[in-house]
């Protein structure tokens, strides 16, 4: 069974800083690229960040690029994501997903988490 599970998430203040970690199971993780998608309540799936198997190729949406650093390893089938700066835009549930393809207006992925919350508030 193909579990991404996903911690870290809570209440942080503006910025603030926290690091998401994705724990991945029941797939071949190495083989993937990993991406972290957002999702604020009643909106559409935002794409955050894309990271390459071996972890050459790293990839951020405009609004996070300059404040979040992606990272994988391998060895222990764990996804990250460092937030820096965060503000109140940067609230959202966010998503550890697998083989994702971005559309207009939508993202696909093999692979979903349940996702975490991430609160930026003073």
């Known amino acids: 069974e193909v579990q991404l599970v996903e911690s870290g998430g809570g209440l942080v203040q503006p910025g603030g800083s926290l690091r998401l970690s994705c724990a991945a199971s029941?797939?071949?993780?190495?083989?993937?690229?990993m991406s972290w998608v957002r999702q604020a309540p009643g909106k559409g799936l935002e794409w955050v960040s894309t990271?390459?198997?071996?972890?050459?190729?790293?990839l951020y949406g405009d609004p996070v690029k300059g404040r979040f650093t992606v990272s994988r390893y391998n060895a222990k089938n764990t996804l990250y994501l460092q937030m820096n700066s965060l503000n109140s835009a940067d609230t959202d549930i966010y998503y550890c997903?697998?083989?994702?393809?971005?559309?207009?207006?939508?993202?696909?992925?093999?692979?979903w988490g349940q996702g975490t919350q991430v609160t930026v508030s003073s």
């Open positions: 990271i390459s198997t071996l972890s050459s190729v790293t």
């Open positions: 029941g797939f071949t993780f190495s083989n993937y690229a």
């Open positions: 997903a697998a083989g994702c393809q971005k559309i207009p207006g939508d993202v696909k992925c093999s692979y």
